[in-house]
């Protein structure tokens, strides 16, 4: 991916100053940084740990609120990383996560003048000419981009099929301020990466190098348009699912032209209810398609968040379906690797059969352990949690008393805690997608169980992986087969050349064996004749100087063999 072509609207006041921008980020990180090392690293150490332990709650809250002020005020991919921490459930205590979970795109619009001059830049032509209306007030203003409604020209319309569309433009300067926000990031992770407890469980590099390139993709719209239609293929004969179409006339890496899809926003519940809509069955839909594309497809939407999901009322009786769910932003996608894939299948098929053994293998399969982990102990918790937990939904689990929750801390924690679990690469945008997934279902229906979307997918799965099992069998059956019908004549030529003395018998790991002995042998004797020349021409010396002197110089000869590299290829 190259980069974006810079305008003359790049030099926009408001950009900021993107030297101070690295340096805040930096100081914030180190002065964070610090203060962890002193209450979780030093304290404990000098027998103070209960002071830490009290005072931890309110710490974790108080950088939640100021990263929160922070990631507010600079925007850029400072709002992007508030979101990733504030869906790690499994990893940040929760008085992060709370803080964090209401951080969208807090950024005040661009001015119009502004985003007029960069749209004209980039399309090579006024506005006026290419549209025929664009709404000055934006339809959404994001930390990366900014959205405007606008109409096409009638040519246009006719050609395309579409006349509303959306006018998608980036914020100008922007990636200025991604390169700052990147560089103070990586400087960040080359600390982490120096904290043991951290190193242990990730590659910040890697993942800073992952999320760099998740992030520069986003900003490059040819790049999300290439995006959008493959995942509309994905889809094209899936009635579920809906994507906006792209004029690709009015499309360049800076702005995106695209059909105006704007429907009920899938977590406005008293609007769907309004437009006969259930949300409790719009739950478990949106489940499914979420699953389709990241266990079946392995392309998958990374950015499922509300502001980017529409539920589309299809309107006539005969419909197949009622409604359907419509996707937009297209920036942030994530592919699963077929090794993954197959691991995450493996995962969910395990997750509801309640078979923890099964369930620690798919998460070694995925990467999520190190190969060296020993896993008894994970097997047994994975166990122990599915007869207490399993099969509950999340309104389930808020109410079961929190003392089981801590007498299953108390009997597994510690051998959760010393696993040597890492995060793998091409993995962030997993986590992220599946945590907004249950999300938006649990916003849709209260009383959402995720188990109850994930059991019916998870035998689907099944089926096909004992249908490929068995086409793999009678694969393996008929080549044996064959072999089995060859192996009478092969035999006969076997025989004949063994009869005529014309076989040829090859053993390469011998072959190799027997020429390092040579060698061995080889070095011996050098050293042999090197030492009996160099007694001999010694001895020899004392009572005949010059016969002494050559056989001395000619014990080199051995010598230098001995010594000569080639010797031992």
């Known amino acids: 991916m190259g980069p974006a072509r810079r305008g003359r609207a790049d030099a926009v006041p408001g950009a900021g100053d993107t030297r101070a921008r690295y340096r805040r980020i930096l100081r914030f990180a180190a002065w964070h940084l610090a203060v962890i090392w002193w209450f979780e690293l030093l ?21 939640a609120q100021r990263f929160h002020v922070l990631a507010a005020e600079l925007g850029g991919l400072m709002i992007k990383v508030g979101q990733f921490m504030s869906s790690r459930l499994d990893v940040l205590p929760p008085e992060i996560t709370a803080e964090l979970e209401g951080l969208q795109d807090e ?46 020209l009638p040519g246009d319309a006719a050609d395309t099929g579409l006349q509303s569309v959306v006018l998608k433009v980036q914020r100008p300067g922007i990636s200025a301020i991604v390169d700052a926000d990147l560089a103070a990031l990586r400087k960040v992770g080359g600390w982490l990466s120096h904290v043991r407890l951290v190193s242990e469980r990730a590659d910040m590099p890697a993942l800073v190098k992952e999320f760099a390139q998740t992030s520069l993709e986003e900003i490059d719209y040819l790049n999300e348009a290439a995006y959008l239609e493959r995942f509309a293929v994905d889809f094209a004969d899936d009635g579920r699912v809906e994507v906006p179409g792209i004029v690709w006339e009015r499309t360049t890496r800076r702005v995106l032209t695209l059909e105006d899809v704007t429907a009920i926003k899938i977590t406005d519940v008293d609007a769907l209810r309004a437009a006969g809509i259930d949300p409790v069955k719009v739950a478990p839909v949106f489940a499914a398609v979420m699953f389709d594309q990241l266990f079946t497809n392995g392309f998958f939407h990374a950015d499922p968040h509300p502001g980017n999901m529409f539920i589309t009322p299809v309107p006539g009786p005969d419909a197949e379906h009622p409604w359907q769910l419509t996707f937009i932003d297209f ?18 098929i395990a997750a509801a059969a309640r078979d923890g053994k099964g369930l620690v293998a798919a ?9 060296s982990a020993d896993t008894a102990g994970l097997e047994r918790a994975m166990t122990g949690l599915f007869a207490r937990f399993g099969g509950m939904g999340f309104a389930e689990l808020r109410e079961v008393d929190q003392r089981e929750f801590r007498d299953f ?39 959402f169980n995720l188990w109850d ?46 009869d005529d003395g014309s076989l040829a018998v090859s053993n390469p790991r011998l072959e190799r064996q027997l020429a390092r002995l040579t060698r061995v042998a080889q070095g011996v004797a050098s050293a042999v004749v090197f030492g009996a020349l160099l007694i001999a021409g010694s001895v020899v010396r004392a009572g005949d100087t010059v016969l002494g002197s050559v056989l001395m110089v000619a014990s080199a000869v051995p010598l230098l063999y001995l010594l000569w590299p080639g010797r031992r290829r």
């Open 107 to 152: 950024v005040p619009p661009v001015p119009f003048p502004a985003i007029r001059a960069l749209a004209e830049a980039e399309l090579g032509a006024p506005l006026e000419a290419l549209f025929a209306s664009v709404e000055e007030t934006p339809v959404a203003a994001a930390s990366l981009g900014q959205a405007h409604r606008a109409q096409l």
């Open 43 to 63: 304290l404990p150490r000098l027998g103070l740990g209960r002071v830490a332990e009290r005072s931890r709650a309110r710490r974790m809250r108080r950088f």
């Open 331 to 348: 920036g942030m996608m994530g592919a699963v690797p077929p090794q993954t894939r197959s691991g995450l299948r493996k995962l969910l």
């Open 409 to 447: 801390g108390v009997e597994f924690g510690e051998t959760v805690r010393s696993l040597p679990f890492q995060l793998p690469e091409n993995f962030l945008l997993v986590i992220r997608a599946m945590s907004l997934t249950s999300g938006v279902c649990s916003s849709l229906d209260p009383r």
């Open 363 to 371: 998460i070694a399969e995925v990467g999520v352990l190190v190969p």
């Open 453 to 498: 979307s994930v059991e019916p997918y998870a035998a689907r799965l099944l089926r096909e992986e004992r249908g490929n099992i068995a086409r793999d069998a009678a694969a393996q059956a008929l080549d044996a087969a064959g072999t089995a019908l060859r192996l009478p004549k092969r035999l006969d030529g076997l025989l004949t050349r063994i």
